[in-house]
Each structure stands twice: as structure tokens, then as C-alpha cells.
């Protein structure tokens, strides 16, 4: 079975600071990871995905992941966050195929000016 | 993307009552559908997997007759938590997938049970 690990319930930041939020997994068998990111009151976005090929995968809005097999992890990284950046960010990871996904406890960028 | 649906966003209801809540794929067709339970400031809780025409399954502690899941057409899945309790507010959220090589996952808007 898969874990996933966010140990940062809640990263703040100052607007236009790196950010790092931390996820790291465990799981016997290949995984796809992914990084979504929740709005208040909202249901949840895809921002990234990790399936094959290059490690390192990045989104429309600047943000990026880096896949690191031998640390079990797929850390999410921003160079300079926004304001509207501030939601509820989670890790999740399935068996490669898509069956069930497995979620993180999420952690919360709160991103102030 | 693909676009998922969810209906009603929020619901108040008496303890007691039955609540439906529907999740509808809009712009794919979807075989699978996944059910989830957030509580406040905590994960995503898999309850169940619903599948086109044929019994949900559902995960480890999830009460079956508790919470009725359909999923009667390739692109509406419904929950039904019947004779609500208080302990069953909670955001529930449906996801479903798109059925492309890569099989990703697209949420609905959630729906916010409140049972008084």
C-alpha cells in the first residue's frame, strides 16, 4: 500500500519569497505522483503530475516538482509566490494503472504581503 | 480540462433526513467515479469507488447502508447518506476519470453536508 507524507501542516511566506512545500512517499511498486491544490470551500485542482520520463514537471502558474526516487520524495517549489497563492496544497500518489489515489494530509501556504 | 459537477455545493438538513448528492461528468464519460470525505483541516478520505452499472465498492469502515452510492449512467454518480446525523457533516467531494492513456483524475466543486 502507498503513503504520502506532508510534515508542514502550514508554510507562511512573504509575497514574492521561494517557498518550498515537502512531500515524501512510500510504496513498493512504480507510482505516478501528483500536487493538487485546494481553494477555500472548493473541490480540488490538478496543478501538477509526475508519470514518466524527465523528473523534473512544472505547471502553468510557475510552480514546480521534482521527482527523487531515491529519497521518496516530489517536493513542490515556487521561486516567487503571489498572494492569490495562499490555499490548501496536496500530495497524493497512486499505483501506476490510476486506481485509488492516496492523499497527504495537505499543507497550507499562507502567503502574506 | 475535463469538467466535474457536483450538486448541491451546500445542504442543510435535519438530523434524521436523507441527503442526495449528485456528481456528473459533463464534457467526458466517466466508468469511474471516486467518493471522498474531507474534515476540517484533514486529508482526502477515499469512502468508496463507484462504477457504471454495477456495486460500488467501498473502503475499510465505510458504512454501505449508510452511504448509498449510484451509478446508474456513464456519466452521473450519486451519494445518498441516509438518516443523517450530526457527525455526518462533512465536505464531500467526487472525482472522476477521464478515460485517456493517461486516466487522470478530475474533482468536482465539492458539497458541504450540514445536519443540524
Known sequence: AQSVTQLDSQVPVFEEAPVELRCNYSSSVSVYLFWYVQYPNQGLQLLLKYLSGSTLVESI???????????????LRKPSVHIS??????????????QKLVFGTGTRLLVSP | GAVVS?????VICKSGTSVKIECRSLDFQATTMFWYRQFPKKSLMLMATSNEGSK?????????DKFLIN??????????VTSAHPEDSSFY????????????????????????
Open chain 1, 61 to 75: 502558474n510557475g510552480f514546480e516538482a521534482e521527482f527523487n526516487k531515491s529519497q521518496t520524495s516530489f517536493h
Open chain 2, 6 to 10: 457536483q450538486h448541491p455545493s451546500r
Open chain 1, 85 to 98: 497563492d495562499t490555499a490548501e496544497y496536496f500530495c497524493a500518489v497512486s499505483q501506476t494503472g490510476f
Open chain 2, 71 to 80: 451509478h446508474a449512467s456513464l456519466t452521473l454518480s450519486t451519494l445518498t
Open chain 2, 56 to 64: 460500488a465498492t467501498y473502503e475499510q469502515g465505510v458504512e454501505k
Open chain 2, 93 to 116: 467531494i467526487c472525482s472522476a476519470r477521464v478515460p485517456t492513456n493517461t486516466g487522470e483524475l478530475f474533482f468536482g466543486e465539492g458539497s458541504r453536508l450540514t445536519v443540524l
